[in-house]
Nanobody
Framework: QVQLVESGGGLVQAGGSLRLTCAASGRTFSSYTMGWFRQAPGKEREFVAAIKWSGSVTTYEDSVKGRFTISRDNAKNTVYLQMNSLKPEDTAVYYC??????????????????WGQGTQVTVSS
């Protein structure tokens, strides 16, 4: 397994931007599919974005397409989520997660075996 630590959350006005960072420990980071999920109060955890181990394929939840960008730097064991044009409905705790490299297509939390502690993102209207 890989240990994950998120950072970069905070309070931002609608229309603003934030960049989340997930730092991973472990020598095999480059073999993992990495994903971002979020969970708002009273709601289930939902998929936001994922990136293949190579960085060559990315997938997004429809409501964030064109606003969010997931990227990774395997040399730094880090994955990022650039969030632009933020909306109040983006408010949630955001989690970084890792899955086996073969699951680059997955949007299911159960497929991701390692999770960070989460970082709060609050978007005010």
């Amino acid at each position: 397994q890989v240990q994950l630590v998120e950072s970069g959350g905070g309070l931002v006005q609608a229309g603003g931007s934030l960049r989340l960072t997930c730092a991973a420990s472990g020598r095999t980071f480059s073999s993992y599919t990495m994903g971002w999920f979020r969970q708002a109060p009273g709601k289930e955890r939902e998929f936001v974005a994922a990136i293949k181990w190579s960085g060559s394929v990315t997938t997004y939840e429809d409501s964030v397409k064109g606003r969010f960008t997931i990227s990774r730097d395997n040399a730094k064991n880090t994955v990022y989520l650039q969030m632009n044009s933020l909306k109040p409905e983006d408010t949630a705790v955001y989690y970084c997660a890792a899955a086996d490299g073969s699951k680059w297509w997955s949007r299911t939390p159960a497929d991701f075996g390692s999770w960070g502690q989460g970082t709060q993102v609050t978007v005010s209207s």
